[in-house]
């Protein structure tokens, strides 16, 4: 039976007044909880790395400088410049690095190229990696993993770039990022070079290249990198394959390490009560900064942050899957690559895991230009994520077309 005319259910539309807020939908919604998960998460672990640095460096620093809060007002200092940074690249619209990449890339090859100059260069720890303003300095291979994303992301969300054709995908990207990630290999710095190359591969990857040419390029690019590895690069992979036979020497600082992650506990034996910082684990407010929060926090207190990291990266992931555009979500795959691999890296050499590479922890570790760069970094993120949820509200329900 026909139903009659005045029967007819019929959609109610609501008509939005001028001044008044259109209605959430759920992508808009969803897009608030990532940037509140990604924003908190970041907080966190910021919070939590300066009060780590300042435990971890105090005893360095007194000894070495005369003052124990240097290095935390150093980092406390860059964290307000990196909190600004978030700020500004939260409110860019992100469409607008597409543009910058390639300018900024070629400042940072500049950069990367400048510190290999004996006369202009900062030396340390055998590596020349940083560039000197005063009291201030930069390491531009750090700038060099958003530059490098951020033309990854331009170039591969082309509508012309085909991946399935290895030509297409290699060129010009292969030889930017190779010519990138060799500078930073030559400083020596293979750990950054490991996290710039990976963060590529993630790229390619989320983009839909083939996995057999990825495999191929991997097994390639590996090969040629053990060629060309230094002495004390070979020490290292001979000291993590045996760590426990050269613990005086090339493994005291894995050894002295696990020492303080084992004396941890579940507890730990009290924020700022540390016996290995005093001068036993090297680098303790640098790399090795886990190390020493394991030892005061415990096991517990590793849980917690490693929680924190979980959050970050899934939040990521999160607005990576929601972007509104390709250039959008393979900016923000470059950067969950870049963080994730990062954290694998460091949290490997600490543990034993992984050979030490000397890379940071990303928003624990003391360092200005990681900070500052990884916090604009969570704004572009954050800027992502509230475009999805504008685009949300331009889309007409049933998924059509405006």
Same mark, same amino acid.
């Given at each position: 039976?026909?139903?009659?005319?005045?029967?007819?259910? *019929?959609?109610?539309?609501r008509v939005v007044r001028a001044g008044e807020r259109a209605p959430t939908t759920r992508a808009e919604a969803a897009a608030?909880?990532? #940037?509140?998960?990604?924003? @908190?998460? =970041? #907080?966190?672990?910021?919070?939590?790395?300066?009060?780590?640095?300042?435990?971890?460096?105090? /005893?360095?620093?007194c000894q070495r400088i005369?003052?124990?809060?240097?290095?935390?007002?150093?980092?406390?200092?860059?964290?307000?410049?990196?909190?600004?940074? !978030?700020?500004?690249?939260?409110?860019?619209?992100?469409?607008?690095? +597409?543009? !910058?990449?390639? %300018?900024m890339l070629l400042v940072t090859v500049a950069l990367l190229s400048v510190v290999l100059h004996p006369?202009?260069?900062?030396?340390?720890? @055998?590596?020349? *990696?940083?560039?000197?303003?005063? %009291?201030v300095t930069v390491q531009p291979s750090e700038v060099a993993k958003l530059a490098l994303v951020a033309v990854a992301a331009a170039l591969l969300s082309r509508k012309t770039v085909r991946l399935s054709e290895?030509?297409?995908?290699?060129?010009?990207?292969?030889?930017?990022?190779?010519?990138?990630?060799?500078?930073?290999?030559?400083?020596?710095? !293979?750990?950054?070079?490991? /996290?710039?190359?990976?963060?590529i591969f993630v790229l390619l990857f989320v983009a839909g290249a083939r996995l057999r040419h990825l495999f191929l390029a991997s097994f390639g690019l590996a090969a040629t990198a053990l060629l060309l590895l230094r002495d004390y690069q070979w020490e290292r992979i001979t000291v993590f394959l045996n760590p426990a036979a050269d613990r005086m020497s090339g493994g005291w600082q894995l050894y002295q390490s696990l020492i303080a992650l084992g004396s941890g506990g579940w507890f730990g034996v009290g924020l700022g009560a540390s016996r290995q910082k005093w001068m036993y684990v090297p680098n303790a407010h640098t790399d090795f900064v886990f190390s020493i929060l394991g030892e005061e926090l415990g096991l517990v207190g590793e849980t917690v942050v490693l929680i924190g990291f979980g959050v970050l990266l899934f939040a990521v992931v999160r607005i990576a899957a929601a972007a509104p555009d390709a250039f959008g979500r393979l900016l923000a795959a470059g950067i969950v690559?870049?963080?994730?691999i990062q954290i694998v890296v460091n949290?490997?050499? #600490?543990?034993?895991?992984?050979?030490?590479?000397?890379?940071?922890?990303?928003?624990?570790?003391? @360092?200005?230009?990681? $900070?500052?760069?990884?916090?604009?970094? #969570?704004?572009? $993120?954050?800027?992502?994520? +509230?475009?999805?949820? +504008?685009?949300?509200?331009? =889309?007409?329900?049933?998924? @059509?077309?405006?």
């Open positions: 039976m026909n139903a009659s005319p005045a029967t007819i259910e *019929r959609p109610q539309l608030r909880r990532s #940037v509140r998960l990604l924003v @908190g998460s =970041t #907080v966190f672990l910021s919070v939590a790395g300066l009060i780590m640095v300042l435990s971890a460096s105090s /005893v360095y620093a005369g003052s124990c809060f240097y290095f935390f007002q150093k980092q406390a200092a860059y964290a307000a410049v990196g909190a600004l940074a !978030l700020v500004v690249t939260s409110r860019m619209r992100y469409q607008v690095w +597409r543009r !910058l990449a390639l %300018p006369a202009a260069g900062v030396e340390a720890y @055998g590596a020349s *990696r940083w560039l000197g303003f005063g %009291p290895p030509r297409q995908v290699l060129m010009p990207l292969a030889p930017v990022a190779a010519l990138v990630c060799g500078l930073v290999f030559i400083q020596p710095d !293979l750990g950054t070079a490991i /996290v710039l190359g990976g963060s690559g870049w963080f994730g949290l490997g050499a #600490v543990t034993g895991l992984l050979p030490i590479t000397g890379v940071p922890l990303p928003f624990l570790s003391y @360092g200005g230009s990681s $900070l500052v760069v990884s916090l604009a970094a #969570v704004g572009i $993120l954050v800027n992502i994520a +509230r475009a999805s949820g +504008r685009a949300s509200l331009r =889309t007409p329900v049933g998924g @059509g077309t405006a």
